[in-house]
């Protein structure tokens, strides 16, 4: 069984058409994924201010960390649960656009580079986080995190505009 296959079987299982054939069900779904996208993403974008030190200077870059990464993971479970059952009923009709594929690039890509963030830095941040100027690798993924993110958000409500791109 190809990908795209699997995308056309998920389409036609009972979930997939119950989704398509309710009227309040996918939009309430999508809700969800947009309140997990405004708490998860909200919450990488005051994290990655503050890394690249543009935001809450004064603050212990391991008070923010600590504070913020349950609900940041939180989101994210919502959001990814939520994105799922959103992929779902349209999976083949998603696996053919160009702006979806580069979406789902840059969230892998984005999701790497928050894994190498907190297993390499963020769980160094004794070391580093009292300096005045933040190690080149911390800013770094805090700018990657920024950019990823930013431009998959744009690339979902893209998608709405242009579906077969």
């Given at each position: 069984m190809t990908l795209f296959e699997l995308c056309q079987w998920l389409e036609n299982t009972e979930l997939g058409e119950a989704f398509l054939g309710s009227r309040y069900l996918?939009?309430?779904v999508e809700g969800?994924?947009?309140l997990g996208l405004a708490l998860?993403?909200?919450?990488?974008?005051?994290?990655?201010?503050?890394?690249?030190g543009v935001y809450q200077r004064g603050v212990p870059v391991a008070d923010i960390l600590d504070q913020l990464r349950p609900w940041l993971?939180?989101?994210?479970?919502?959001?990814?649960?939520?994105?799922g059952l959103l992929f779902w009923p349209v999976a083949a009709t998603l696996y053919e656009s160009n702006i979806?594929?580069?979406k789902a690039l840059l969230i892998?890509?984005?999701?790497?580079?928050?894994?190498?963030?907190?297993?390499?830095?963020g769980r160094r941040v004794a070391e580093w986080g009292q300096?005045?100027?933040?190690?080149?690798?911390?800013?770094?993924a805090a700018w990657v995190s920024l950019s990823f993110w930013t431009t998959t958000i744009v690339l979902g409500r893209l998608y709405a505009y242009y579906p077969h791109f």
């Open positions: 996918y939009p309430f969800i994924h947009l998860s993403v909200g919450l990488v974008l005051l994290t990655d201010l503050r890394l690249i993971v939180a989101g994210f479970i919502l959001t990814f649960i939520s994105g979806f594929r580069l892998v890509v984005a999701g790497i580079n928050a894994l190498l963030f907190e297993f390499r830095l300096r005045e100027t933040f190690p080149i690798g911390v800013r770094a």
